[in-house]
Every structure is written in structure tokens, then in C-alpha cells.
């Protein structure tokens, strides 16, 4: 099984930052992207960022210029960095990292979630 460690949440006032950490562990051969994803409540989970093996990274519009996706390949580590955060940033955070398996299928895998709090 791939197990997902996430930390960096937390309350942060309007305009500030928060580093969010994902550090990945277990069977993890295949690996072809890792992620972000919120879900504010009352709301639908959303993509927040993704960041595919090559490197190549994706944002949802409504915080793009403000976090940033990054990895270590040596580690299985996600990061996203947070900046200008908004109060309509508040939601619980979640990684997400999915592999393929020698048969092709795509296998997606959850952390448990980090709460995330912009609140002055």
C-alpha cells in the first residue's frame, strides 16, 4: 500500500503562507503524478495543483500566481506553497498521488487531509 504523510497546515491571516508538505511511502513503483486537491464545505473537491513525473505542473485559475507545486523525486515529496492566501482558501487539503500498475490501470491513492484556515 502507498501511504500519505501531509503537514503544514494550519491558521494563517489573510495575505499570508503556508507550506504544505506530502511525503509518500510503500509501493509506489509506477508513480505518475502527485497533487493537491481542497474541499471547502459545502462544497465539491476540487484540484487545487498536480505535478506529473516529468515535471510538468497544472493550476486550477483560481490560484494560479499565488502556490506553487513542487517535488523530490528522492523523497516522494509533494510540496505546495501557499502565498497571498484568501479566507476562500479555507478547506481541508488533500494529496493525492497515483501510480501505474504493470497491468496499465491507474492506481490513486489519499492522504487523510490538512486543514487549512485564512482567518483574520
Known amino acids: 500500500q502507498v501511504q500519505l504523510v501531509e503537514s503544514g497546515g494550519g491558521l494563517v491571516q489573510p495575505g499570508g503562507s503556508l507550506r504544505l508538505s506530502c511525503a509518500a511511502s510503500?509501493?509506489?513503483?509506477?508513480?505518475?503524478?502527485m497533487g493537491w486537491y481542497r474541499q471547502a464545505p459545502g462544497k465539491q473537491r476540487e484540484l487545487v495543483a498536480r505535478?506529473?513525473?516529468?515535471?510538468?505542473?497544472d493550476y486550477a485559475d483560481s490560484v494560479k500566481g499565488r502556490f506553487t507545486i513542487s517535488r523530490d523525486n528522492a523523497k516522494n515529496t509533494a510540496y505546495l506553497q501557499m502565498n497571498s492566501l484568501k479566507p476562500e482558501d479555507t478547506a481541508v487539503y488533500y494529496c493525492?498521488?497515483?501510480?501505474?500498475?504493470?497491468?496499465?490501470?491507474?492506481?490513486?491513492?489519499w492522504g487523510q487531509g490538512t486543514q487549512v484556515t485564512v482567518s483574520s
Open positions: 493525492s498521488l497515483v501510480r501505474r500498475a504493470p497491468s496499465g490501470s491507474r492506481l490513486p491513492y
Open positions: 510503500g509501493s509506489i513503483f509506477g508513480l505518475e503524478a
Open positions: 505535478i506529473i513525473s516529468g515535471g510538468s505542473t
